[in-house]
């Protein structure tokens, strides 16, 4: 397609998310009228109800189990009459109005931001009547808005099954928890993924018993099997109950909590349950199909390496395409987006190159090419892995669980991927991803000087023992 003129253009972004609001920052960059339509609020899912939220209350989770970790180096806390106290307690909705407050002055820094450089936010929900012309249904009536690019980027919400239907009280998606009085004396968690393994840790965290219910034979399976392997090992040992192989048939609502059966007919109950069962994308009814956008199968918008659909001047980005849901990446295919359909030099999506991070305690951050990769034979590279409690700083913040991998082509030592399971991983692999994205071999890493001593002097002892030898 040929990219329209930025300065005569009107852009038109569906949803007010990381992907649309990132979008529309680079579109008043370069000159275009831009209109973002979002019916939930700026900043979307990922700010409201998903990432920004459910990290905070991680976070929070992560204090309290600070009072463990300070007893371990000699550090003990005591009430005004000398007692020593051995447990935090959590305020749950206290905890949940600071995570909400939060929450909503991101959305209105952001919303603040796009106002600042001229963009147009329209509350109502949006659809697509040609693909130039798009319908807001909002508060005060309906309007029509022509567009010379449209930007879909609606997301996604929580999958919900017929046999498990959330009532927002006992029964919870992860967009629900925020409204809760009290703190789940007993939470089941239905589904071992990242979303369920971070909130399932959040909450033993915050003091309640969690039973985490897993299909799989593991935790968090699509990660890296040493790294799923850790957190599996520190649930346990932090007191949560972790059900493999243990699929879950369905949920109801008992008189005083839940049930939730098992396909091989155990029952599990509790007071609350969680369901984080994966997500749908939201593509039906705002007109794609009608003006002949392609989905998948799955419902999510197909689109190429430069997010365009299959209908010209109409892109999309985020959640709803399916790509790799990431806030990160769904920001940058909405940059791309921008650019590329505004005439801007653009590079295309490039996924292997993404660094992604679960927030578990410790954190899990992932880049490049993975284990999976090697032992299938994809990949022809040397594994190094180093746990970090030989590390001095670890040790003297009482680490004692997780590691640093780094994957090493043969031949040239380039960094091709890597591994944190660390406290903060999510700091700790941004050299890894310098590495990667610049194609660094390990001697150029190791010979970087890192402070001493500090977590990431691991990354440079992992290069250095990647050292080819001729």
């Not at 996604?156 to 009280?169: S, Y």
């Not at 399916?322 to 920001?331: E, M, Q």
């Not at 590390?391 to 043969?410: C, E």
Request: some cysteine.
């Amino acid at each position: 397609m040929g990219a329209v003129s930025a300065r005569s253009s009107r852009v038109v972004i569906l949803g007010g998310g990381p992907g649309g609001y990132e979008a529309a920052l680079v579109g008043a960059h370069l000159g275009a009228d831009v209109t973002v339509v979002e019916r939930t609020g700026i900043g979307g899912a990922a700010v409201l109800t998903d990432c920004v939220p459910s990290k905070a209350l991680i976070s929070t989770a992560d204090y309290m189990s600070g009072f463990e970790t300070v007893a371990d180096l000699g550090v003990h806390l005591e009430d005004h009459e000398g007692d020593e106290v051995t447990d935090a307690v959590a305020d749950l909705p206290e905890v949940n109005r600071r995570v909400v407050a939060l929450a909503r002055a991101q959305s209105r820094d952001i919303r603040t931001r796009l106002g600042e450089v001229g963009v147009r936010v329209v509350d109502g929900a949006g659809s697509l009547t040609s693909p130039t012309s798009v319908r807001v249904e909002g508060e005060d009536g309906t309007e029509e808005l022509g567009a010379d690019v449209v930007l879909v980027a609606t997301g996604a919400a929580p999958r919900v099954m017929d046999t498990a239907v959330p009532d927002g009280e006992r029964i919870l998606t992860w967009q629900q928890i925020y409204d809760l009085r009290e703190l789940p004396e007993r939470l089941v968690v239905v589904g071992s993924g990242v979303t369920g393994a971070e909130l399932a840790q959040a909450y033993l965290g915050l003091g309640s018993e969690v039973v985490l219910v897993s299909s799989r034979d593991r935790v968090l399976p699509g990660e890296d099997p040493d790294a799923a392997t850790v957190i599996e090992d520190v649930f346990r040992k932090r007191g949560m109950e972790v059900l493999g192989r243990s699929r879950m048939a369905s949920v109801e609502r008992t008189s005083d909590g839940v049930l939730v059966r098992l396909v091989d007919g155990r029952e599990v109950t509790g007071s609350h349950a969680l369901l984080a069962v994966g997500s749908v994308p939201l593509t039906h009814g705002i007109g794609l199909e009608e003006v002949g956008v392609d989905l998948l199968p799955s419902g999510h918008v197909a689109v190429d390496r430069v997010s365009r659909t299959s209908v010209r001047g109409v892109y999309a980005a985020g959640d709803c395409t399916g790509v790799l849901p990431l806030a990160s990446v769904a920001a940058m295919q909405g940059r791309i987006a921008m650019s590329h359909a505004l005439g801007d030099a653009v590079a295309p999506l490039n996924l292997g190159v993404v660094s992604a991070n679960i927030f578990t305690d410790p954190e899990i951050a992932t880049v490049g090419i993975t284990q999976k990769d090697v032992d299938e034979d994809r990949v022809d590279a040397e594994v190094l892995m180093l746990p970090l409690a030989r590390n001095p700083r670890a040790k003297m913040l009482g680490i004692t669980d997780g590691f640093v991998k780094l994957f090493a082509q043969k031949g040239s030592g380039a960094v091709v991927g890597g591994v944190v399971v660390a406290p903060r991983a999510s700091e700790l692999i941004f050299p890894v991803t310098l590495a990667v994205q610049h194609r660094l071999n390990v001697d150029q890493v190791a010979s970087t000087f890192t402070v001493y001593p500090s977590l990431s002097g691991s990354v440079a002892e992992a290069a250095r023992r990647l050292h080819p030898i001729a």
